[in-house]
């Protein structure tokens, strides 16, 4: 089946600066990545996403690339902001079943 | 919109004892999903229905637990007897076919 890796754990940023999360998968049949968001208390929110036909996404301050040859996709965070503080999970699906890393804890200083 | 709503937030009980947990989907999304997530760890999906059909239970582990979606819209989830090591968050999550999927709130379990 799937395995997903993700890197780092943890990750502690000053208010303003980027942060970068990321993920490598194995099943070369994998063709969507989405990323989540989890707050304490909360379920995982659905933040962007990107398929196998495309290289990157961006939406306002996050953006995702993707690699396929590679078999990685990373998740980028600039400006960020105090309330971008969370759990990130990224997550590689192939067939039909979503599997995801095990998630990076970001901190964000003001 | 309402989201996925989920029932109850919590649940504290002894082992030994069943729970149950409910979640209701995003309206007209006919792909409903049951996941555990355990402390510091990404989710773990359960058991994954279409409509009213599950087409994927092989994670599931079904000597204690069990699960239906009888008109396909809400659904229960059930562990009977509940271990300790049942202590967890369970994530209910729906999706329109396999397109992107949200989740609930989650019910955290607590066994002691």
């Known amino acids: 089946g799937e395995n997903v890796e993700q890197h780092p754990s943890t990750l502690s940023v000053q208010e303003g600066d980027s942060a970068v999360i990321k993920c490598t998968y194995s099943?070369?049949?994998?063709?969507?990545f989405p990323w989540y968001k989890q707050e304490l208390g909360k379920g995982p929110q659905l933040i962007i996403d990107i398929r196998s036909n495309v290289g990157e996404k961006k939406d306002q301050r996050i953006a995702v690339t993707l690699n396929k040859t590679a078999k990685h996709f990373s998740l980028h965070i600039t400006e960020t902001q105090p309330e971008d503080s969370a759990v990130y999970f990224c997550a590689a699906r192939g067939y039909s079943t979503l599997t995801f890393g095990k998630g990076t804890m970001l901190l964000v200083s003001p | 919109e309402a989201g996925v709503v989920q029932s109850p937030r919590y649940k504290i009980i002894e082992k030994k004892q069943p729970v149950a947990f409910w979640c209701n989907p995003i309206?007209?999304?006919?792909?409903l999903y049951w996941y555990l997530q355990n402390l510091g760890q990404g989710p773990e999906l359960l058991i994954r229905y279409e409509n009213e059909e599950a087409v994927d239970d092989s994670q599931l582990p079904k000597d204690r637990f069990s699960a239906e979606r009888l008109k396909g819209v809400d659904s229960t989830l059930k562990i009977q007897p509940a271990e300790l090591g049942d202590s967890a968050v369970y994530l209910c999550?729906?999706?329109?076919?396999?397109?992107?999927?949200?989740f609930g709130p989650g019910t955290r379990l607590t066994v002691t």
């Open positions: 309206s007209g999304h006919n792909t």
């Open positions: 999550a729906s999706s329109l076919g396999s397109r992107e999927q949200y």
């Open positions: 099943d070369s049949a994998s063709n969507y």
